[in-house]
């Protein structure tokens, strides 16, 4: 029986409830149908560009108000008029979505959606509204205010379907709001409002791909999703394989590509964008393959991914596959533009190919495209034949602009230098400078054109520029000369160069000149100015005068180039002027230039070399305090110092120093130890470096090697130094000229003359010549071991070959002594006495 009481105690209040949400509903809806009739009694009496009330609808109500011209003041969401107050019952999520994309501007339809915002109790914004509004601004372009609502989509709670959050992502990736969308997706997920699914983030890496592509966070939402379980398709490796083709990571666009090849994904989009991303990295071929395969799948490129891979084509040099790729474009039924013709006749004329350009010309006008000016210029600027030149300008025009002729006349002159026709161009321009003075003769020698007129800046340009190529700097001066006769002012350009070319020219005096005329004429200088003639004061180891071009560059804020610098500092180090160079490099930190390593490096060479270890060893210690860490190099050079000031305890504590500051050991630091330690009598030392190089993956080269096997030598260790000399061949390393001589010669002082000859034969056999004191080196070692017949073997071989020592050699005196001993033996004396009769010995040795 309770049971039974209960049932129908819950029914009553089921009942009760249906009741009254009917009851409200039916309130709510009279509420709505009240407030249309109120606006349409009202407003029909107060503006006669409303409908009757009978045929409007809602969206027509709201329209009608927020377009009212009459409306004083205009609507603002924060003063709406009392009709729009009225309404505001009526606001349903579906109406206010039909508003806004009625309403004619952007601007209006965010009043709106701002003021329908604040409408509570009546209504609330759905994911559907906010969407209608992103859509709008980002047709609009409307970046801020997308971003305020992108911002407010979270804070509202207004609950998203994966469809729709997916469709505001989109909306923001197509005005490039990247992060935004990326902020976006995790406050949804994060705050409950959306669970995402795989189509939002197919969207959120569409997003990503806009933008140039940010390959981490793309990888990082690629993990998310398989670590969810989601399935890869189309949708969601396409926009990876455009981040990573961005990115230029070819090996992992391509696999992306393998894979959806695999899955037979790949469509006209995906093989468009690897063929563009082919032509962008110079991977001309490639990009054609792919077209060709394209092709034979029945795919064809859209107008635009054509356009955009000729001009790449041109712009790598590869005209041809741009004219292939053309010729397929219209096979598809594209009907080519004038600018394309104009891309293509221009790769032809800068590739010198001007059959194929006039070709193309022919082409144009059968199909009843008429070259413009642009495209004639170009051709002309590759033609010095005063035939074609004449045929091209009848094909221009006769009614042109003063800027038009000015521009014919320049593309003729191109075409001058171009071809080396350095009298011709300048012939031409003298005609044109001389213009209004000219004759009619000579108006009509000029290619039959009846009218000149004066060069432009640009016209000078081109000749000034062609004459000092060619070597003609004074015609060039000359040339600016008339220039300022006939009032054209010269660009920096043609300063610059002429500067540049009297710079190289040591013709110091006159690039002064024309910089104070520069700065007269109110035209800045750049740092190339500045730099060309600071380069020629430190050519002239010009400290004072490179000082003040320091202080004038620095009043104007340009840097002095590295390279002129570091000239400066090794011509005086060459002259043993280190200590006035280090000078000039505390002078150009006192002006604020800070100089490169590499001048500091060239400086405490210069003090090594006269001898002034500790100095150099101070300005190294000084590199950091001024902002510089010596590199391996420097190093290298200190190292080199301190071993040929028999410092070797220092040169080894700087080994330690290279690797506590971070930087790896060259080579060549080793390859100094080694020597220090082969010359200091320390063989097992050097031999204890070569393995630690070993450790260090740094490979010993030919003269690690051969520092060694001499150093063995010289510590009377022979089978050691062969060792050394097999180690070498076993890794690779290919002995030289002068490691075969290294090892020749110290068998040689270790008694091991018959070894050391099987190396000069194996060095004979791979064309390399020894030197004289190879030969005595044998000689004396065979003497030694009393083989005399060896020894005259060697004798015979070093005099037939040319390499009898020079009476100043310190070797002569050994040849001369084995003269005498071959003479006296009976087994040589005779043969002795024939080299001497040819001539071949000196006969004052007898």
């Known amino acids: 029986m309770m049971a039974l009481s209960t049932l129908k105690l819950k029914l009553k209040l089921k009942l009760k409830l249906k009741l009254t949400l009917t009851l409200t509903l039916h309130t709510h809806t009279k509420l709505k149908i009240s407030a249309l009739c109120s606006f349409f009694s009202t407003t029909t009496t107060h503006s006669n560009t409303l409908s009757h009330p009978h045929t409007l609808t809602a969206a027509d109500a709201f329209i009608s108000i927020l377009t009212n011209n009459q409306q004083q003041p205009p609507f603002s969401p924060n003063s709406p008029s009392p009709h729009l107050t009225r309404l505001s019952p009526t606001l349903s999520p579906h109406l206010v979505e039909s508003v806004l994309t009625r309403l004619p501007s952007w601007k209006l339809a965010l009043s709106f959606f701002h003021w329908a915002s604040t409408q509570h109790p009546y209504y609330y914004h759905t994911c559907y509204t906010f969407n209608a509004m992103a859509s709008i601004l980002s047709r609009s372009r409307q970046i801020s205010h997308l971003k305020a609502l992108a911002f407010d989509v979270p804070s509202s709670g207004c609950s998203f379907t994966p469809g729709a959050l997916g469709f505001l992502i989109r909306c923001l990736g197509a005005v490039g709001l990247v992060e935004e969308a990326n902020h976006l997706f995790d406050e949804m997920r994060v705050k409950g409002l959306c669970v995402p699914n795989d189509y939002c983030y197919n969207c959120l890496l569409e997003a ?473 009598g320390s063989v097992d030392n050097a031999m204890a470096l070569l393995s630690k190089m070993s450790g260090e993956d740094r490979e010993p080269n030919v003269i690690t090697y051969t520092t060694l096997v001499d150093g063995l030598c010289r510590a009377e260790r022979p089978n050691d130094a062969l060792s050394v000399w097999n180690e070498m061949q076993s890794k690779g390393c290919t002995p030289n000229r002068i490691a075969f001589m290294a090892l020749i010669h110290g068998l040689c002082k270790c008694s091991r003359p018959t070894a050391a000859l099987r190396y000069l034969r194996e060095m004979e056999q791979k064309e390399m010549k020894a030197d004289s004191f190879i030969y005595v080196a044998l000689l004396s070692a065979f003497l030694s071991d009393l083989d005399l017949t060896s020894a005259f073997e060697i004798f015979k071989e070093m005099v037939d070959s040319g390499s009898f020592p020079e009476s100043h050699d310190k070797n002569y005196s050994i040849a001369i002594d084995a003269i005498l001993k071959f003479s006296k033996d009976d087994r040589t004396s005779s043969a002795i006495r024939v080299l001497t009769e040819e001539g071949k010995i000196p006969r004052h040795c007898l």
């Open 208 to 680: 990503i791909s806009k933008d140039g592509g940010d390959v981490g966070l793309m990888e990082m939402r690629l993990k998310e999703m398989r670590g969810l379980g989601f399935e890869f398709d189309r949708f969601t490796l396409t926009p990876v394989m455009q981040v990573y083709c961005n990115a230029r990571k070819f090996d992992e666009a391509l696999r992306v590509y393998n894979t959806m090849q695999a899955k037979g994904w790949v469509d006209e989009r995906v093989y468009s964008l690897l063929a563009l991303s082919f032509s962008k990295w110079g991977k001309v071929d490639k990009a054609f393959e792919l077209v060709e395969r394209m092709e034979g799948q029945g795919m064809i490129l859209n107008e635009r991914t054509f356009c955009v891979l000729i001009h790449g084509f041109v712009k790598e040099g590869h005209v041809d596959k741009a004219l292939e790729m053309f010729d397929k474009m219209r096979k598809a039924g594209f009907v080519p533009g004038i600018s394309l013709y104009d891309v293509l006749i221009g790769g032809l004329c800068r590739n010198k190919e001007t059959d194929k350009a006039l070709s193309l010309i022919s082409e144009m006008k059968e199909l009843g495209v008429q070259p413009d000016v642009g495209i004639l210029t170009k051709l002309l600027s590759s033609f010095s034949d005063r035939s074609m030149i004449m045929k091209l300008l009848d094909e221009i025009p006769k009614e042109q602009d003063y800027e038009t002729i000015v521009l014919i006349y320049n593309a003729v002159l191109n075409g001058y230098v171009g071809d080396g026709l350095m009298d011709e161009a300048y012939n031409l321009l003298q005609v044109m400078i001389n213009c209004e003075s000219g004759t009619n003769e000579q108006i009509d020698n000029v290619f039959g054109l009846k009218r000149l007129v004066t060069p432009n800046t640009t016209s000078f340009n081109i000749v000034i520029d062609g004459l000092l190529k060619n070597g003609q700097l004074d015609l060039a001066l000359t040339l600016l000369h008339d220039m300022q006769r006939i009032h054209r002012k010269p660009n920096i350009s043609i300063y610059n160069n002429l500067i540049n070319d009297l710079c190289n020219s040591n013709r110091l005096e006159e690039s002064f000149k024309l910089l104070r005329e520069m700065e007269n004429s109110r035209i800045e200088p750049t740092h190339f100015t500045h730099n060309s003639i600071y380069g020629c004061l430190c050519k002239r180891k010009d400290v004072l005068g490179a000082m003040d071009m320091l202080k004038e560059m620095r009043s104007c804020g340009h840097e002095p180039w590295i390279k002129h610098s570091t000239l400066l500092v090794k011509e005086l180090c060459d002259h043993g002027r280190a200590v006035e160079a280090c000078n000039f490099l505390n002078n150009m930190v006192q002006e604020g230039f800070l100089p490169h390593v590499v001048s500091y490096s060239a400086a405490i060479g210069g003090l090594i070399k006269i001898q002034e270890v500790d100095q150099a060893l101070n300005l190294f210690r000084d590199l950091c305090s001024r902002g510089h860490c010596p590199d391996v190099v420097t190093f290298n050079i200190m190292i080199r110092g301190l071993c040929k000031g028999d410092r070797f305890t220092e040169a080894e504590n700087l080994l330690d120093e290279i690797v506590m500051r971070g930087l790896s050991p060259s080579v060549v630091t080793y390859n100094l130890l080694i020597d220090n330690w082969c010359k200091n």
